[in-house]
């Protein structure tokens, strides 16, 4: 079982999950994070560090955001490791918590 980044992570992107995950399954894209389900080890240490409140363990992902599984388990192959924490976009803040972003998400670096 591996942790999943959903929407609220979108144009939010806190790195904080980033310094605590022991194997560096954290990828990332222009706008979102994702988890590679098969480097996570479901240690959950990242969920507690979310600013955001965006990850989740697989079984837990809501309803709503299922989809988030595959998105992750897809762009994880494609974007790059991420293993350092870096400053979160500067409208993070304003972003947070606004539902259904998926039609924010960049996909292409």
């Known amino acids: 079982m591996a942790f999943v980044v959903t929407d609220n992570c979108i144009k ?3 790195t904080d999950c980033v310094a605590v995950c022991p194997v560096d399954a954290f990828y990332e ?3 979102f994070l994702v988890i590679s389900p098969d480097d996570c080890i479901d240690c959950d240490l990242c969920p507690v560090e979310c600013p955001a ?7 837990e992902v809501p ?6 599984i595959e998105l992750n388990a897809e762009l994880a192959k494609v ?15 304003e972003w947070d918590g606004i539902p259904n972003k998926i039609d924010h998400l960049i996909i292409e670096n």
């Open 12 to 14: 939010c992107k806190y």
């Open 63 to 68: 309803e709503d955001q299922k989809e988030f």
């Open 53 to 59: 409140g965006a990850i989740f363990q697989e079984d």
């Open 79 to 93: 974007w790059p490791r991420i293993t350092e924490v870096i400053p979160a976009p500067a409208d993070a803040k």
């Open 29 to 31: 894209g222009p706008n």
